[in-house]
């Protein structure tokens, strides 16, 4: 089995499927979409001055690490930025920027991806969320989608 196929196995949280990776160059991080970046960044700024009570910005590093029985198949760091807010008993995020896809074995390889996500108190001590999710790739784009709820004692 490839070491990308593992990484994408073994997260399965994440549900992301990862192509062949190529080599992180300053070329490729040159070539980074710093328009998209910037529009995001303008986005969160607007988002940010509507009201305070309303959405928040916000820094989010995550890194997500992928196992196959007891072996290390890889790694993807997420680098976000991002708004969450508040609005009754619900609440929502929304966040994006470059991810470091590092299988075991291969090449580490810079994409974009981001997450909108949201939750709802169902009672005091109910709530159910959900997020969806994505990351680019060479060839497609991938997805995730996440459900669940959560019951505090």
Not at 41 to 52: E, I, K, N, P, Y
Request: proline share 4%.
């Amino acid at each position: 089995m490839r070491p990308l196929e593992k990484l994408t196995r073994s997260i399965t949280s994440v549900r992301l499927q990862f192509l062949p990776a190529k080599k992180i160059s300053s070329r490729l991080i040159a070539s980074f979409p710093h328009t998209m970046l910037k529009s995001f960044l303008a986005a969160c700024a607007v988002l940010a001055t509507g009201s305070a009570a309303v959405a928040a910005p916000f820094v989010n590093v995550e890194t997500n690490a992928g196992f196959l029985g007891s072996n290390y198949a890889g790694a993807v760091t997420d680098m976000h930025i991002g708004v969450e807010g508040t609005s009754g008993a619900a609440s929502w995020y929304l966040q994006g920027g470059p991810a470091l896809v590092n299988p075991d074995g291969a090449e580490a390889e810079v994409e974009l991806s981001g997450k909108l996500g949201a939750s709802i108190a169902a009672s005091s001590k109910l709530s159910v969320y959900g997020e969806l999710s994505g990351v680019t790739g060479d060839s497609a784009n991938s997805y995730g989608v996440k459900a669940g709820a959560k019951y505090a004692f």
